[in-house]
C-alpha cells in the first residue's frame, strides 16, 4: 500500500516558518512528527519576585494582589501544539498542561 503525501512543499515550507518563530520566541519541541506533521512545544514559566509582590500589596493596601494575581496565571508554563492539516492549513492550539 503507498503512502499519500496531504502536503505540498509551499504548505510545509509554511508550517516550518510558523515552527521556526515560536522557537525564536522561546518554545522548546517537546514532541515531533514528521509523518503528520505536527509539533508540541513548551514554553518554561518564568519566575516572580515574590517577596517584592508582597510588599506592593502592602504598600498599595492589597490592590497589588489583583496585578499579582494576573501575573501568575499569565507567566505559568504554556503548551502549545502546531500543526498542517490536510488542507495545507498551518493551525495552532493550547495543550493542557500539568
Known amino acids: 500500500m503507498g503512502s499519500y503525501q496531504f502536503t505540498t512543499e509551499k504548505d510545509f515550507a509554511k508550517f516550518q516558518q510558523i515552527l521556526s518563530n515560536k522557537i525564536r520566541n522561546g518554545f522548546i519541541v517537546i514532541e515531533k512528527n514528521d509523518k503528520l506533521p505536527y509539533v508540541v ?21 492589597g ?10 496565571i499569565s507567566l505559568r508554563k504554556k503548551q502549545i501544539l ?13 495543550c493542557l498542561s500539568k
Do not use: H, P, R
Not at 512545544?41 to 493596601?61: D, G, H, W, Y
Not at 502546531?82 to 492550539?93: I, R
Open 41 to 61: 512545544l513548551s514554553k518554561e514559566k518564568k519566575q516572580l519576585n515574590s517577596s517584592l509582590q508582597l510588599i506592593l500589596v502592602f504598600a498599595t493596601i
Open 63 to 72: 490592590l497589588w494582589s489583583i496585578v499579582w494575581l494576573y501575573l501568575l
Open 82 to 94: 502546531v500543526a498542517l492539516d490536510e488542507d495545507g492549513n498551518v493551525f495552532e492550539e493550547k
